[in-house]
């Protein structure tokens, strides 16, 4: 796409993900009023006196953040782990991070119901510690199986991860069935993903574990172009390609075991989003990766808008995301060749 287009684009980009987040406060199963809520904030009333603002502030404002710290990261793992694994059906989960997150999820829940085991370990719900404990066990062992021994090969990575992701599917069958019916349809739900969070302490660990691994992997952008045309080639230029493999593979894992063990597995966002964006910037990566992180929140923020109001209660997001990503990647499949993968 030419310069014009690009910036065009872009702009686009950005208004949508400022009228998303818009919407996203003020959208819900009653309408809120930014210019009330502003009122009520000059009237120094405390918070108990303010319902519009306190919902705001509260509800709103957290899920919000929430949607877009989770849907960018979700869309820059994605990008990134495509332009490693140079397949376009790469996506955050594909190393089985998210199966294994869902099956500490189940352990977590079964545990707790039938053999005592604390709701919180130091503060923080078992629920979430198991999820993120078995998501970094899954990380750990296929960095084990396909860097850890010099097989720094991207195909037994891939390999790797999907095995370790139909073990832990497994592993959710079998908690399923010594569950509870009563916990099957609250764990199911989970299972859906959702940003409906309240208060700020998932935002502040949402902020802690992925920001800092969103930085890390940007900073990767300019060898990923370089890896794009091809493994020797980017070795001929100085790239260590084994470092790259290792730094992308842990990182991503690490932000995506974050998300998972905060709002359940949501997908096709890692998925659809970078390739959506390429449209719009082309495959340089040092474009490509911040512009996919953003419209990712801007995407997510919209799902969410869509849970709030498709049916009369809330649809889990996890659908949405699936009910417009699905097609979308079909469109993409069948109008696209993906010349950036055919070196």
Same mark, same amino acid.
């Given at each position: 796409?030419?310069?014009?287009?690009?910036?065009?684009? +872009?702009?686009? =980009?950005?208004?949508?993900?400022?009228?998303?987040?818009?919407?996203?406060? @003020?959208?819900?199963?009653?309408?809120?009023?930014?210019?009330?809520?502003?009122?009520?904030?000059?009237?120094?009333?405390?918070?108990?006196?303010? /319902?519009?603002?306190?919902?705001?502030?509260? *509800?709103?404002?957290?899920? @919000?953040?929430?949607? &877009?710290?989770?849907?960018?990261? &979700?869309? &820059?793992?994605?990008?990134?782990? *495509?332009? &490693?694994?140079?397949?376009?059906?790469?996506? /955050?989960?594909?190393?089985?991070?998210?199966?294994?997150?869902?099956?500490?999820?189940?352990?977590?829940?079964?545990?707790?119901?039938?053999?005592?085991?604390?709701? *919180?370990?130091?503060? $923080? /719900? @078992?629920?979430?510690?198991?999820?993120?404990?078995?998501?970094?066990?899954?990380?750990?062992?296929?960095?084990?199986?396909?860097?850890?021994?010099?097989?720094?090969?991207?195909?037994?990575?891939?390999?790797?991860?999907?095995?370790?992701?139909?073990?832990?599917?497994?592993?959710?069958?079998?908690?399923?069935?010594?569950?509870?019916?009563?916990?099957? =349809?609250?764990?199911?739900?989970?299972?859906?993903?959702?940003?409906?969070?309240?208060?700020?302490? /998932?935002?502040?660990?949402?902020?802690?574990?992925?920001?800092?691994?969103?930085?890390? #992997? +940007?900073?990767?952008?300019?060898?990923?172009? *370089?890896?794009?045309?091809?493994?020797? #080639?980017?070795?001929?230029?100085? $790239?260590?390609?084994?470092?790259?493999?290792?730094?992308?593979? +842990?990182?991503?894992?690490?932000?995506?075991? $974050?998300?998972?063990?905060?709002?359940?597995?949501?997908?096709?966002?890692?998925?659809?989003?970078?390739?959506?964006?390429?449209?719009?910037?082309?495959?340089?990566?040092?474009?490509?990766?911040?512009?996919?992180? +953003?419209?990712?929140?801007?995407? #997510?923020?919209?799902?969410?808008? $869509?849970?709030?109001?498709?049916?009369?209660?809330?649809?889990?997001?996890?659908?949405?995301? @699936?009910?417009?990503?699905?097609?979308?990647?079909?469109?993409?499949?069948?109008?696209?060749?993906?010349?950036?993968?055919?070196?």
């Amino acid at each position: 796409m030419k310069r014009p287009g690009r910036i065009a684009g +872009l702009v686009i =980009v950005l208004a949508a993900c400022v009228v998303l987040i818009g919407l996203s406060l @003020t959208v819900g199963t009653e309408r809120l009023s930014l210019a009330r809520a502003w009122h009520e904030w000059r009237s120094d009333l405390p918070l108990s006196q303010t /319902p519009v603002l306190s919902v705001l502030l509260h *509800q709103r404002l957290p899920r @919000t953040v929430a949607a &877009l710290i989770v849907g960018g990261g &979700l869309a &820059l793992v994605g990008c990134a782990f *495509q332009a &490693l694994l140079r397949n376009p059906l790469a996506t /955050p989960y594909t190393l089985g991070i998210a199966s294994a997150g869902a099956f500490g999820a189940w352990t977590a829940t079964v545990l707790i119901n039938a053999y005592g085991l604390a709701a *919180q370990v130091l503060g $923080i /719900p @078992t629920v979430e510690a198991l999820a993120f404990l078995f998501a970094a066990v899954d990380v750990l062992i296929v960095y084990f199986l396909a860097v850890g021994r010099g097989k720094s090969s991207p195909a037994v990575l891939l390999l790797a991860g999907i095995t370790m992701g139909m073990l832990a599917n497994s592993g959710i069958l079998l908690m399923r069935y010594l569950a509870d019916p009563e916990r099957v =349809v609250m764990m199911d739900r989970w299972l859906m993903g959702g940003v409906d969070v309240v208060g700020y302490r /998932p935002i502040v660990v949402l902020t802690i574990g992925v920001v800092p691994c969103a930085l890390i #992997l +940007l900073a990767q952008a300019a060898k990923f172009d *370089q890896l794009g045309f091809g493994v020797e #080639l980017a070795a001929g230029r100085g $790239i260590h390609v084994p470092r790259l493999i290792t730094t992308t593979f +842990l990182i991503g894992s690490f932000m995506t075991a $974050i998300i998972v063990s905060n709002v359940g597995p949501i997908g096709f966002v890692g998925l659809i989003v970078p390739h959506a964006v390429r449209a719009l910037t082309g495959s340089r990566h040092r474009l490509l990766m911040p512009v996919s992180a +953003l419209a990712g929140g801007a995407f #997510l923020c919209f799902c969410d808008i $869509i849970a709030r109001k498709l049916l009369t209660g809330e649809t889990p997001i996890g659908i949405v995301t @699936t009910l417009i990503g699905g097609p979308f990647f079909l469109y993409l499949l069948m109008h696209r060749r993906f010349t950036d993968w055919e070196r």
